[in-house]
């Protein structure tokens, strides 16, 4: 994973994986209208780190209608999301991610589930 290593964008990936820890603890000990925002909090964090090059998707489970995809964030922690709750260019990020390690031949394919090997590991 690369990414800009200034004290600035330090500080917004460290908000950033909070935002989204703090959202899914929280929406675990949730009633139904708070729990939904806060997941939409938590993916709009996922989303922006998966843009940003601050976070790489290992793997993905394909056996549900709405596939589960695991992120892993750098410098530490990782988080499941469903892909559809992804912005769209998060998507299209995932999407290339997927590409790039299936173009390479490092996708391990385990029943349903993807796992993705990136090239910096």
């Known amino acids: 994973m690369t990414f800009k ?27 139904d209208q708070t729990r ?12 922006a780190l998966l843009i940003a090059d601050c976070a790489v998707v290992d793997g993905i489970d394909w056996s549900a209608d709405d596939p589960t995809v695991a992120v892993r964030f750098v410098g530490g922690g990782a988080l499941h999301t469903k892909l559809s709750e992804l912005s769209l260019a998060a998507f299209r990020k995932v999407r ?14 385990v029943g349903a589930r993807w796992i993705l090997r990136h090239s910096t590991e």
């Open 36 to 47: 939904d925002a806060l997941y939409r909090d938590k993916n709009a964090a996922i989303s």
């Open 5 to 31: 290593s200034d004290r600035k964008t330090g500080k917004l990936i460290h908000q950033l994986k909070n935002r989204a820890f703090d959202a899914n603890r929280q929406a675990k000990v949730s009633d």
């Open 96 to 109: 290339e991610l997927i590409s790039g390690c299936e173009s390479e031949g490092r996708v391990a394919v």
